[in-house]
């Protein structure tokens, strides 16, 4: 199982970006799948995550401003961010939240290996 | 922003055991959710150490411990190595907020 990312970099306030999470060894659609953020020098933030069946779950940090989906043809996971601001500025991992029973068992097994994103003003 | 709490920091001499606890509420850790502690060296990814209370996946030394009782849960390492110098991060479900939360983070001194 190995979940590689792609995307993120610089973006001045107000503007939108997306990152991709390429998945190997597993079929992402067959489990849930999250993105995960830490700010510099803080703890980790539960951003959004993508049920197998069920619609996507957001913070409400990012309720609105952010979608995340997939390509099941890529076997790919993306985060679609608009409306940014300095307090995105964060490093994003996608990471992948296994299921058993069609339910979530609530932990993230495999991570990406993050990427930054930075916002400026 | 979190609703876990851990201690900042904890050190301890090589060899020794140290404990990191997770104090949570009645609506995750008390409620029946799962805790969940994750390691996170400088500059990489978290990666996944207790899942469920109490179990190790595969490749993770039995030095890491994890209980849970009431609505809080603890991480123990023994035979502390230098190695173990790392973020430690508990994490569980909240019913009332509907979200996926994560403690406050722990760094681990050895």
């Known amino acids: 199982v190995n979940l590689v990312q792609s995307g993120g970099g610089f973006v001045k306030s107000g503007g939108s970006l997306t990152l991709s999470c390429a998945a190997s060894g597993f079929t992402l659609s067959d489990d849930y799948m999250a993105w995960i953020r830490q700010a510099p020098g803080r703890g980790l933030e539960w951003i959004a995550s993508l049920p197998t069946l069920a619609d996507a779950m957001y913070a409400d940090s990012v309720k609105g401003r952010f979608t995340i989906s997939r390509d099941s043809a890529k076997n790919s996971l993306f985060l679609h961010m608009t409306s940014l601001t300095a307090e995105d500025t964060a490093v994003y991992f996608c990471?992948?939240?296994?299921?058993?029973?069609?339910?979530?068992?609530?932990?993230?097994?495999?991570w990406g290996q993050g990427t930054l994103v930075t916002v400026s003003s | 922003q979190s609703v876990l709490t851990q201690p900042p920091s904890v050190s301890g001499a090589p060899g020794q055991t140290i404990t990191i606890s997770c104090t949570g509420s009645s609506s995750n850790i008390g409620a029946g959710h799962d805790v969940h502690w994750y390691q996170q060296l400088p500059g990489t990814a978290p990666k996944l150490l207790i899942r469920e209370n109490t179990n190790r996946p595969s490749g993770v030394p039995d030095r890491f411990s994890g209980s849970k009782s009431g609505s809080s849960a603890s991480l123990a390492i023994s035979g502390l190595q230098a190695d173990d110098e790392s973020d430690y991060y508990c994490q569980s479900y909240d019913i009332r907020l509907r979200t996926y939360v994560f403690g406050t983070g722990t760094r681990v001194t050895v």
């Open positions: 990471a992948r939240d296994p299921i058993a029973v069609s339910r979530s068992l609530f932990y993230f097994d495999y």
